[in-house]
């Protein structure tokens, strides 16, 4: 009976689905969402503030701040609560409504940007106004998970040893593509391990995170608006990109069946089906990872009018042509039949935030 005192002593780490019967292929799914901060992004939070702490980079007048999409945000929330550490989270105006609600029950405060940089993400102004933030006193601590190593070594040290413990015959890893710190933490591990893995990175489409265009990305999580730069490629082997609308079907064929993830688990199990479909994957032990569950994604993924404002009303046909029942506004069944020109314009966040200094929107 795990007892604790303090909310980030806590993880979940030995728990699959087998998604078989969803997606018509061998694929365990580990879920990595059953802690206080509700994603994985709990392990990179609690090994760079560790760090910060034993390199006596943290003093007690410190000001954590961080960019995030969310996840970190909130687990970064949670740790400097319970550690007594004041958070500024600055995200942007594609960060999830109860995300940035959850920040604030936390304590922390919140600042959005909303300015796109050159390649069409948030990324780019998010970390110029950290660095602003950090030149204007000295007191702010920007851990930078876009270059701390505690990000990787966190999930060296946890994530890959718990898939190696439970699949010693693993042959295929699919991974979700960020900061890339849960990516290159599970890749050095194999690659030092008994036996070959295949490392497939999974990454959205729109993001340049491994190359290519630039394009718009509406669901936070995965995807990087730049090269990230703890990503070395070389520990990689594969690299597939999930279009937006596959993301959103897998999510809703997975919450018919009951298992309500986040997008970013879409992304990845959409991704992995589509690499097993591809290949002979009857024999292979196959494992993905999911970064979080979907009750943040209620009035985005989950929500009717989201979707088709953003993506039009095919979104959810399926293949043969009936529509997918999805949660929203009156239980109501999209019908197929009625297609509306999507809208390209994001929504914007429903609420201003607390946050005394705050950019406006551009959009
Ligand atoms: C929901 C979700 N999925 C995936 C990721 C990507 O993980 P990583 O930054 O380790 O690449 C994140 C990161 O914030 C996330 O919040």
């Known amino acids: 009976m795990p007892v604790i005192s303090a909310p980030y002593a806590f993880n979940e780490g030995d ?42 980079i943290l003093k007690a007048d410190s000001v954590l701040v961080e960019s995030s999409s969310g996840n970190l945000g909130v687990a970064l929330s949670m740790i400097a609560a319970s550690k007594g550490y004041r958070f500024l989270c600055v995200t942007d105006s594609r960060c999830n409504l109860s995300t940035r609600l959850l920040m604030e029950a936390l304590g922390s405060e919140v600042h959005i940007v909303a300015d796109q940089d050159e390649n069409g ?29 505690g990000n990787w070594t966190a999930h060296y040290r946890t994530t890959a040893p718990e898939i190696a413990r439970r699949f010693p015959e ?9 900061t890339t710190g849960t990516l290159m933490g599970c890749a050095r591990y194999f690659r030092e391990w008994h036996r070959p893995v295949r490392i ?19 669901i936070p999580g ?9 990503l070395d490629e070389s520990f990689v082997d594969e690299v597939i990109r999930v279009e937006e609308p596959d993301t959103i079907r897998m999510c ?26 591809r ?8 494992v993905a990872i999911a970064p979080d569950l979907g009750e943040r994604y209620l009035d985005t993924i989950y929500q009717t009018n989201w979707l088709q404002d953003l993506y039009g009303d095919q979104v959810l046909a399926t293949e043969d042509g009936n529509p997918l029942p999805v949660t929203g506004d009156d239980d109501e069944v999209l019908d197929v039949r009625d297609t509306a020109p999507s809208k ?12 005394p200094a705050r950019r406006r929107s551009s959009t």
């Open 15 to 56: 728990l699959y689905v087998d998604l078989e019967s969803i997606c018509g292929h061998p694929l365990y799914l580990k879920c990595e969402a059953f802690n206080f901060a509700g994603s994985i992004k709990l392990k990179a939070a609690n090994e760079m503030v560790e760090n910060a702490e034993r390199d006596g």
């Open 121 to 149: 993400g948030f990324l780019g102004t998010r970390i110029e106004y950290v660095r602003s933030l950090c030149a204007s006193d000295d007191r702010y601590v920007w851990l930078s998970q876009y270059t701390n190593a």
């Open 222 to 230: 995965l995807g990087m608006s730049m090269r990230p730069p703890l």
């Open 252 to 277: 809703h064929r997975m919450a018919r069946h009951g298992f309500l993830f986040g997008g970013s688990t879409g992304t990845v199990v959409s991704g992995a089906t589509d690499w097993l479909s």
């Open 344 to 355: 390209p314009l994001p929504r914007e966040p429903k609420s201003a935030s607390r946050a």
């Open 170 to 178: 693993l042959d295929v890893l699919f991974v979700g593509a960020g």
């Open 279 to 286: 290949h002979d994957a009857g024999d292979l032990t196959a």
């Open 200 to 218: 497939v990175a999974v990454d959205a489409a729109g993001s340049v995170a491994f190359g290519g265009e630039p394009g718009r990305r509406m």
